[in-house]
């Protein structure tokens, strides 16, 4: 079945870095979803995209539409301290009544 | 504005025993959908409702029921509840299902 594959599993940056993290498929996906869940809260949706080739920004955070469909990137410029928590991405199945859900980047911000 | 709202909160439950999640919103969304969250790991789908009387299973649907009577709720039930069962379980809804979906802050339910 479809299957989206997020990396890295965690993440330990320092307060100002820039951060990266991707989902892979090896199916195509017309929308790619990204969402943000904080310790004790549901997901909520932070950028969605629509189109091959698209970026999209979000003040600090960016996110790509990969050109083959497979796959999909979001960047975090200048971390800070509220940026910690679990990033998942997330794109509609072939029925389109399910979205499938990577497993999620940890983000931890180094004392 | 409550968007989703889930209810209860915390539970803690012995094993055997049954219980209802509810759920509700109140953006006229089509589509709803339950999930659970367990520690480490993304979010897998129980079951799903594209409207009012129409529901389906998802990845995870053994011993849980649904139905959805009113387009506003959709609750969740643990027909027998297992230790297998405790989890965070999620509630979400969107306009149709291919469309990004708003989620409530979860019922964390503890089974003994």
């Known amino acids: 079945g479809q299957q989206l594959n997020q990396s890295p599993q965690s993440m330990f940056i320092q307060e100002g870095e820039d951060v990266s993290m991707n989902c892979t498929s090896s199916?195509?996906?017309?929308?790619w979803l990204w969402y943000k869940q904080d310790p004790g809260e549901g997901p909520v949706l932070l950028i969605a995209?629509?189109?091959a080739g698209e970026l999209t920004s979000n003040g600090r955070l960016t996110a790509q539409f990969g050109i083959t469909r497979k796959d999909s990137f979001l960047n975090i410029s200048a971390s800070i301290p509220s940026d910690v928590g679990i990033y998942f991405c997330?794109?509609?199945?072939?029925?389109?009544?399910?979205?499938?859900w990577g497993a999620g980047t940890k983000l931890i911000i180094k004392p | 504005n409550a968007g989703v709202t889930q209810t209860p909160k915390f539970q803690v439950l012995k094993t055997g025993q049954s219980m209802t999640l509810q759920c509700a919103q109140d953006?006229?969304?089509?589509?709803m959908s339950w999930y659970r969250q367990d520690p480490g790991m993304g979010l897998r789908l129980i079951h799903y409702s594209v409207g009012a009387g129409i529901t389906d299973q998802g990845e995870v649907p053994n011993g849980y029921n649904v139905s959805r009577s009113t387009t506003e709720d959709f609750p969740l039930r643990l027909l027998s509840a297992a230790p297998s069962q405790t989890s965070v379980y999620f509630c979400?809804?969107?306009?149709?299902?291919?469309?990004?979906?708003?989620f409530g802050d979860g019922t964390r339910l503890s089974i003994l």
């Open positions: 995209l629509y189109k």
């Open positions: 199916s195509i996906f017309n929308t």
């Open positions: 997330a794109g509609p199945s072939r029925s389109n009544y399910q979205l499938i």
């Open positions: 953006m006229n969304h089509e589509y």
């Open positions: 979400a809804s969107s306009p149709q299902g291919f469309q990004p979906q708003h």
